[in-house]
């Protein structure tokens, strides 16, 4: 018993045929076939796919490598204006955001000026703002928001972190969990 395989449709030079050997398995016997009609070099239409424009190749390509991609942290407008009056300098320079092993709960935030970025550090710009976040930091701070509060005893820069999980007393220092 013999039945035709469904690549005959999608390569009509070439055969299959299913037969049964003694014992019982399917075998594939294969020849090759001449057709008295040439077929069309594709299968199931009589036309060549259209070519696609390059105006809309090019632009379907570029929109999905050059996607926005959220930022790794967020600045509130208090941040901003506060960093823009620190950045506002004869010599420029940028602030980097870390973090260092200190206090009680194992890490600290720590900013720095710097002359240039490092070669991993990530950019965030908000506002015509630029920080840095250092690269060995980033899992820490990500999805992070850097604010700027002022009160009767001090201003100083505050982030705002879901990442952590326990904190000290005093606010100074966290930790991260996995």
Request: proline share 8%; glycine share 6%.
């Amino acid at each position: 018993m013999s039945a035709t395989c469904l690549r005959n449709l999608l390569h009509p030079a070439r055969r299959c045929y299913s037969t049964q050997n003694s014992l019982g398995k399917r075998l594939l016997q294969t020849h090759t076939h001449v057709p008295s009609t040439p077929a069309p070099p594709y299968p199931f239409t009589s036309a060549p796919p259209a070519a696609p424009s390059k105006a809309s190749s090019t632009s379907t390509t570029k929109s999905f490598l050059r996607r926005p991609r959220k930022a790794a942290m967020s600045l509130t407008p208090a941040a901003v204006s506060q960093l823009k009056e620190l950045l506002a300098s004869p010599t420029p320079q940028m602030i980097r955001v870390g973090v260092k092993n200190r206090g009680c709960s194992g890490l600290s935030y720590h900013l720095e000026y710097v002359d240039k970025p490092g070669k991993f550090d990530e950019e965030v710009v908000q506002d015509g703002v630029k920080v840095l976040i250092d690269s060995k930091a980033l899992f820490s701070i990500i999805g992070s928001e850097m604010d700027w509060v002022e009160d009767k005893l001090a201003a100083k820069f505050v982030f705002k972190n879901p990442n952590i999980k326990e904190s000290c007393g005093c606010g100074e220092s966290f930790s991260v969990g996995l």
